[in-house]
């Protein structure tokens, strides 16, 4: 008998035991083998999550967050003996936005039973919030880091989205927030919707969406160093 | 002080209690006014959720699913006057390949504050049981009803994937997951990832991500009726 893999999200902020579900903790409380980017903010989620066991108890193996994941084989092996492992993210859901879909890729090649478990996502949230189109839709990552591309990227999606109405999404650099929110007003249509959600999840939650005449009208909201998530639809 | 707009996910099969999180259920149990597909489904939702009142003291405004919405302003009137207004879905998050954005977007435009609740959706959770790119992915919807047009519908994801790696996913009636399988399996080419994601978060889960060359030496798996999501990578 084989073990599970199971996808564990976290909170973006706040309490574990207040923004996940019942099941999704329950499902926790069972793993003694974790994956996770850092074994410290791995530790101090399971114990915030009412992790039963001690903590020292708990094997964690870290995954390096931008580089290839090489120990793949070895970390990967006690699921061939049986024992479940537990792929943690950083804040969210693992896999999304964030490293980690090579593991669940290798897992269903060894013919693993792949569990993901419910818990929050920025993403998902933000499109939500959103009210753009959710039966279509496409997220970007990062545009291009080069200042005077963010202009060309941005106009790029919004001639794709004038096609099909679909909306397009993408995060930034929390320290160039401004700098995009500031390129999209610059380069966008007056009549394009334009979507900021930030810090979803948080007593500091700014999310709206106007269109892009109607953000020119107002006072920039101070986006600095927050983390964001961008979109839009033509 | 106007009312907010609360975004409630509902759980894909199973219960609420065990599938959203405590905050999520907390703040269900504040709102006294409701906005959902049917009535009768949001009513069965909340007495299984724990809501506090009795359920005939709860307003539910049913909206249509295919249909424009038309009687949105006088439905989102109450925030104006300070009521708050918990939008609900069928089954997952509201907003994400299910009617609502409409409301959303007429919040945003009032000025009303949206506040998106975390719980299950199953477009997300294929997406990371998939083990395809979370970096950059695009949602479709569903493919051409026509049949002989998903061959070329699929080919046509496949290519646009080729170039950036990007995961392509989309959703099928789910009488027709078989023919949409089959014509996977014609049409992709051998080395393509291909994803099937079926009734992820209850015990009948059938989850798997394989090259089409893998697909085509094992007997498919029965698909007929049961919700599914299928995502492929080149």
Avoid at 5 to 20: A, M, R, S
Avoid at 141 to 152: A, D, F, N, R, W
Avoid at 212 to 227: A, F, G, N, V
Wanted: proline share 7%; hydrophobic share 35%.
């Amino acid at each position: 008998m084989k073990g599970k893999l199971f996808l564990i999200p976290t909170p973006i902020g706040g309490d574990p035991l207040k923004q996940l579900p019942k099941e999704t903790l329950s499902q926790i409380s069972s793993i003694t083998y974790f994956i996770a980017e850092r074994a410290r903010t791995a530790r101090r989620f399971l114990q915030s999550a009412g992790y039963p066991l001690p903590i020292s108890e708990a094997i964690i193996r870290e995954i390096p967050k931008k580089q290839a994941y090489t120990h793949l084989v070895t970390d990967l092996a006690p699921l061939k003996d049986g024992i479940s492992i537990g792929l943690l993210s950083e804040a969210g859901s693992p896999g999304i936005a964030d490293p980690g879909s090579e593991i669940v890729r290798k897992a269903h090649e060894w013919g693993i039973q792949v569990i993901p478990l419910t818990g929050p996502s920025s993403l998902l949230l933000a499109l939500m919030a959103s009210g753009l189109n959710g039966q279509k839709f496409s997220f970007h990552g990062y545009l291009s880091p080069k200042k005077e591309l963010i202009g060309k990227d941005l106009r790029r999606l919004e001639n794709s989205s004038k096609n099909d109405r679909s909306c397009h999404f993408f995060i930034e650099a929390p320290y160039r927030n401004m700098q995009v929110f500031q390129a999209a007003l610059d380069n966008l249509q007056a009549t394009t919707l334009f979507s900021v959600q930030c810090e979803l999840n948080t007593s500091d939650t700014f999310s709206k969406t106007l269109r892009i005449e109607e953000w020119r009208k107002q006072p920039s909201p101070d986006l600095h160093k927050r983390p964001c998530v961008f979109l839009l639809q033509s």
